[in-house]
């Protein structure tokens, strides 16, 4: 009976990745991952013997090793990209307000400019409009 509701999680995860993935509502590069893991996931929980066999044969006594290994390592690896990925968007978001602040500061210099020049072409005589 476990098995079976183990086995049902793993499909209900695997709808949703690919719902989000469906909607554009998570990256494809995030919803590849997460569908290997739920692929993998499902494998082992069809095949329980396949985790023996595996961890027999790379010299793990206990299978849950194995396991454990696998799955530390996986999300150490996706904090680290995550890391990475969060690093690159603080930087690219930094470059794009100093790029915000200088293309404010020369629209005010250019308001500023055209409402001095306005100023003194609106002035009584000027010829601007042509003769009254």
Do not use: C
């Not at 250019?110 to 072409?121: M, N």
């Amino acid at each position: 009976m476990n098995y079976v509701v183990a086995i049902i999680g793993a499909v209900v995860v695997l709808v949703i990745m690919i719902e989000l993935l469906r909607r554009r509502q998570l990256s494809e590069k995030y919803a590849a991952l997460w569908l290997i893991v739920g692929i993998g996931v499902l494998i082992l929980l069809v095949a329980p013997g396949l985790l023996r066999v595996v961890s027999q044969a790379l010299g793990f006594e206990v299978p849950a090793n194995l396991l454990f290994l696998v799955a530390v390592t996986l999300l150490l690896a996706v904090t680290v990209h995550l890391s990475w990925e969060l690093s690159r968007l603080e930087e690219e978001t930094r470059a794009l307000a100093e790029d915000l602040a200088l293309l404010r500061h020369r629209v005010e210099e250019l308001e500023s400019a055209e409402s001095s020049t306005a100023t003194i072409g609106d002035e009584p005589g000027s010829s601007r409009d042509g003769p009254a």
